[in-house]
Each structure stands twice: as C-alpha cells, then as structure tokens.
C-alpha cells in the first residue's frame, strides 16, 4: 500500500481509538484500585447522551464535554454504591450497570434522535501538523484527541511516581495492608471508581460531539467491552492502553478501508477483525500474565476494618 | 349500591362500545423499529401514518424503537386486543412473529413491509426503491469528476444489492465510465460507523456519497470534505446542505391511505403489493442548487419515462461484475429474479459477500 492510503489509516485510527483510550484509561484508574467496573458501556453511553443534549441546549461543546465527564462519575457513583457501600458482587453490579445505562440513554435519549448539535471540529495545530506523516496522522484532529496525548503521562506519574497514586495502588492490590498502614482503603476506592466514570463518560462524549453530531441508541456499540478487554491487553498500564486503543481503531477503520480499495474479501470477513483481535489479545496476555500488572485485590469487596 | 355503580360503569362501557362501531371507527396500528425522530425509515412511515389523521373516522397510534423479535411479538399481541382494526408492522424481523400473531387474531388485518409471507388476514407491501435510486445514480453520474462514487451499504441483501445495481445502471446512463465502490457496515443505523465508512470511500477518491444506510452519518462525513452525496428515506438536505444533491425518498402516505379505503370497502385482500413510481410511494428528494439545469431536465425526462412505465431500468443486456451476460438484451427481468438478487452489474468495486 502506498502512502497516500496508509496515512488516512492511520489518522482514521488515532480517531476511532480515542473514545476507546478515554474509556480504557478511565477503568484502568477503576481497577487498579481494586474495583472491576464492566458497567463502562453504561456509563460511556450516559456520557454520550449528556453531552449531546448539554451541546444542544448550551450551544458549548467545551461545557457538553464537562458535563458528560459527571455525569460519567454519577453513573459511576452507582456502582460504587453497590460495591463499596452494600458490598454486592463487582460482576453482577457492572453488568446491570451497562443494562441499566443503554436503557436509560434510549429512554431519555428518544426526543434527540436525529437532531445535530454543536461539537468540536478538526483543528490543524500550527507548526507540528506540517511535519511529514506524522503531522497528518496525529496533528489534524479535533481537541478532544489532542486532549487524550497528555492524559495517559499525566495517569502514569501519577499512579507510579506520587503518594495518593501509591496508596491507591495499595488499595487495589492488598486492601487488608493497606488499611494496617492507616489507609482509609473506601476512600482510594471510590476515587477509582468515580475518577474512572468521570474519563468513561469523557470517551462516551467524544462519540457525540466529535466523531459525529448526532444522538441515536447505541452510539457506543460495544466500544466500553473492548475497553474492558483492552485492559487486560495493556496489563494495566496506561502506556500500552495508548497502544492496543490505537491497534482497535486501526482496525476498525482497516477492515472499511479494505472494502473501499475493492478487496475481494468477503465484508463478513473484515467485520469479524476487530471481535478476533480481542480474543486473540486475551489469549495473548494470559500466557504473558508475569508481566501484567493485574492488581492482586481486583474484585475482591473488603469489609470495614473497624 | 357498589353493585348498581360496577353495573353502570359497565352498561356506560357497552354502549360507548357499541357507538363505536356504529361509526366503524378504524384503530390503526403503526410498529416502528428505529425512533421516529431518525429522518431516515421509520421517520418515512410515520409522515405516512401522520398522513391517516385527516382521514374522517380513523384514528392511528404507533410504537416506536421496537425489537425485532419477541419483542415485537408482544406489542403485536398488545395492540391485537386491544382491538386494533389493522396493523402494519415496518421493518423486515417483523415477518414472523407477524405471521404467528396474525393466525392468533384472523378478524384483525395485518399489513408487513418488506417481507415475502402471507396469511389469509396477512399482506406484504413494498416500494419500487430502485426505480428513484436509478435516478438519483443519474445525478451522481452527472456530478462526479474523479468519475467515482462511494455507496455505503448496509446488508448484502436482495434489496440493498437491487438498489446499488440501479444506482449504478443510473450513473452509467450518463456517464458509462464510471464506478461504484462499495463498503458494506452490516448495521442499518450507526452514524459513527457509516460515516467512518464513507470516509474510507473518501479517502479512494470518491467524489459523490451514496447510501442504503438509515443514519445521516454519510452525508456528514461529504459535507465536511467538501464533495457531494446523495441520501436516503427523506430529504437529508438539513444534514449536509452544501453536500445534498437529492435524495431516493419513501411517500408512504398515499399507499396507507389506499389500504384504509380498501380495507373500508371491503376490497382489501392478503396479497402482496410492489407498487412504484407511478403511484407516488417512491420519489426524489428536491435537487439541490448544485445540480445543473440540463442535467435536471435529464433526470426529470427519465422520470416521466419510468412513470409512463417506458423504462423498466432492468432490461437486458446486463452483464455482471465479471462480464457475464445476466439479462439477455431486450429482455426485462422478472420481478421474481429482482427481489432474489445477488449479483452486482459491471461497473460495482465490491463484493456481495
């Protein structure tokens, strides 16, 4: 292939890997303080309706965008009610939470459907966006995509390099130590939980106000399960979410472009690439778990010290 | 006394009852499979149904974003007894547990759109589609430079592959160079998805967007490069004002209209009904200030001819991706063989798999 197709691709998948990168660093946050949330689907979608009708009645995307993130952390809320508050099973939780949020999105959402509202558009950023290749694959997008270049570092330092990251590490991966150490183990969790829904609502958002202007039911389709997978891919590491959320997005947009260039392979075919990959990558990672970096309490409810 | 009261409750109930069907009063059922507000195929039915309320004496109720499946087996039944004088169901999924709820309630007609099982209170009903998408194939061929055209697809099915085949015998009617490129999503409303997909076909050199898709999607992705595209269901003008160059439109208030007197007088039978052009179920959308006049008058000439019943679209010889005659010339397909088909014409880039 030659480059006057191989850099749309790979411009195409920076942008359709970005609602996937906000939704798997915002779970990556959730679990590595020991809470497994498979509600993002629920919550990405919440994030998607408010954002879209924030846009229409504001006319701001900025403020849309803003109040998707919250509107993702009171979703999110949710399942932190159930799971650290009730102590109900992590699994059970997540899931009702996806149901729970397409429901709700269709219901509220119904009046929406077909109507356009205010979002961002493609910014070319000055200077950089003129450097060969790599300018029109990363540097001719919208801000929200600009947006998620500083966010994977920023969760790295603060994770890896500072006190409040370490001590929610601590909580995610031996609860019982870290609450001898003093820790108020609650505390660090629902911070996962909520930080977590606040970027799954983000990812959600940027379905509505960048990818396209419009609402309609299931505007996610099952970008929070690759999410959820994509974790497992990245062994928990923001780094590698950047990664594998780029690889998901580069292959969504492959298999259109393969159909567009005239391939004689059957479309079904191409449409499968995407769901294979993710088995593939689960099977991948398991027989490289040394590496990961699973947090050792993932799931695990703790019961009040006291 | 609380007898007295229940027996006149039920006296009052009965005898509004049997005003009611003094005055025949018809209930008329609407089953949609997307919300109303998508401007695309169940937005069309609906300006249909709306098309019903000035009718004297009937009155119309809908349920929008139902499942195909079970779930629409369960509304069907719901508005089954709730005495509901007929029900159209809208989408393809519909058909079986049509079928089933039809042979549940035979004094209730049923009317299903797009499928091809009857029963004996049970009809089908569809549009010529494919006659307004040779048309608007027309203005696609008479609007491209790169001599390219992008049709986002959904289903490798009979009718979204009979509609690419008129749209691209339309191009080919005025101008026999070019292509169609087609990419299939597999998804009948996914905005992210079509438009991703018509940016692919963009980034090939597409320079006119078509689709078989229910979303504007497509229309957003030619807008915002700059080129051209046609849409689908209703006018998508609103979408992509700079980019909409018309549109293959459904016009179902006409047909709803028919069966309601059919079904008043007694004429109404279970059969299955294709009517076109002529009758008005399928139309263009009004061409956009882009269109040049003489290319109009083109498009307008070769409507007349389809209504007139003059051009058939289908008529041999046609030959299929690998230049394989299919229609013999001079010959004009069956209607058996356009609604099983499976093949592309030459001049299709893609595959029907």
Redesign the interface.
Known sequence: MELA?II??LA?AVQ?GTPILYATLGEIITEKSGVLNLGVEGVMIIGTLTAFVVALATGSPTLAFVAAGIAGTLTAAIHGMVCLWFKGNQVVSGLALTILGTGLA?YLG???????APGF?PIALPLVSEIPIVGPIFFNHDPLVYLTYGIPPLIWYGLMRTRPGLCLRAAGEHPAAATAAGLHVAAYRWFGVLGGGFLMGLGGAY?SLS????W????T?GRGWIAVALVIFAFWRPGRAVFGAYLFGGI??LQ??L??????????LL?MLPYALTVIVLVLSSWRRGMSEAPAALGINVEPAD | MRVLQALAVLMLCLSFSNVQAAEKELNVGFIYVSPIGDAGWSYAHDLGRLGLEGMPGVKTSYVEAVAEGPDSERVMQNMARKGYDIIFATSFGYMDPMLKVAKQFPNIRFMHCSGFKTADNMGNYFGRMYQARYLSGMVAGGMTKSKTIGYVAAFPIPEVIRGINAFTLGVQAVNPEATVRVVWTKTWYDPATEKEAAKSLLDVGADVIAQHQDSPGPQEAAQEKGVYSIGYNSDMSAFAPKAHLTAPIWNWAPFYRNVIEQVRQGTWKAESVWPGMETGIVDLAPFGTMVPKDLQDKVMAAKAEIVAGKNKIFVGPIKDQKGTVKIADGVVAPDTDLLGMTWFVQGVVGTTE
């Open positions: 197709i749309p691709l195409a359709s269709d119904n009046a929406y459907v077909g109507r356009t558009t379905l990818y396209t202007h419009l309609t039911n299931n505007l389709g969504m947009a259109l472009r159909q567009a260039s005239g391939t004689q392979i059957p479309s079904s449409l």
